[in-house]
């Protein structure tokens, strides 16, 4: 399928010595990134919710230890990690619930323990890595799920699950957007996901951005547009 057409949403951005991310509070009206130059920042964007969806949140998590790592003075990555503990810590803790957000640290501390003199290299590939191997999952996810929707097909989708919690194209609105791609699916409902309106705020401009055409339902509703097969 043609992945370009249904897959340009980045929300997180590497440049240079900063890392820029979409503000996901302000969307859909305002289209803004936050620029962190430090690990603290990104530790701070985690916990406020400027960057949200458990793979999104570990990808910046990773980039977070690259930039941790500016500034520092060590001759192995061995060393580098030991002076760096305290801020990965704080990236960490960032946000409990993220199982992503973990194994991407501990990924993250391994590579760095075991590197040589270049460990800023082996960071900063390690968390391009991670972002990479994202993307290449949800697309492939995105194609095996479609298979199985029957022709003509209304979806339910709710939260998001889009390009905005992932390094791209989504993980069950990857599925959705396959969908539509191999004219599978034909309606799809995005219900409003209270309280604090995923579904409304962002899933439904995600959809508009890539042409899909989308309704959106009040939680409730869901219920109704089973019952009468709408989904």
């Not at 993307?135 to 029957?150: D, S, T």
Request: glycine share 12%; hydrophobic share 50%.
């Amino acid at each position: 399928m043609d992945f370009d057409r249904y897959d340009h949403i980045r929300p997180i951005r590497c440049q240079g010595t900063q890392l820029a991310l979409l503000d996901q509070r302000r969307l859909p009206f305002v289209l803004e990134y936050v620029d962190c130059s430090d690990s603290h920042q990104v530790a701070a964007a985690i916990r406020g919710l400027v960057v949200r969806g458990a793979p999104a949140i570990g990808i910046a998590a990773a980039y977070g230890v690259v930039l941790a790592g500016h500034g520092i003075e060590a001759r192995s990555g061995a060393e580098a990690l030991e002076k760096m503990s305290a801020d990965i810590d704080e990236l960490n803790a960032s946000r409990p619930t993220a199982v992503n957000l973990m194994w991407a640290i501990a990924r993250m501390r391994r590579v760095l323990a075991a590197a040589g003199g270049d460990w800023r290299d082996v960071i900063g590939r390690e968390a391009r890595a991670i972002e990479a191997e994202d993307l290449v999952a949800n697309r492939r996810m995105g194609v095996l799920g479609a298979e199985l929707i029957a022709l003509g097909s209304g979806v339910l989708t709710h939260c998001n699950t889009g390009s905005l919690a992932t390094a791209g194209f989504g993980t069950a609105l990857g599925v959705i957007r396959a969908g539509v791609a191999m004219g599978r699916i034909n309606k799809v409902f995005a219900s409003e996901t209270r309280p604090w309106l995923q579904g409304a705020r962002l899933t439904v401009w995600e959809l508009q951005e890539d042409g899909i055409a989308a309704t959106l339902i009040v939680d409730g509703a869901g219920a109704h547009l089973m019952k009468t097969g709408a989904v």
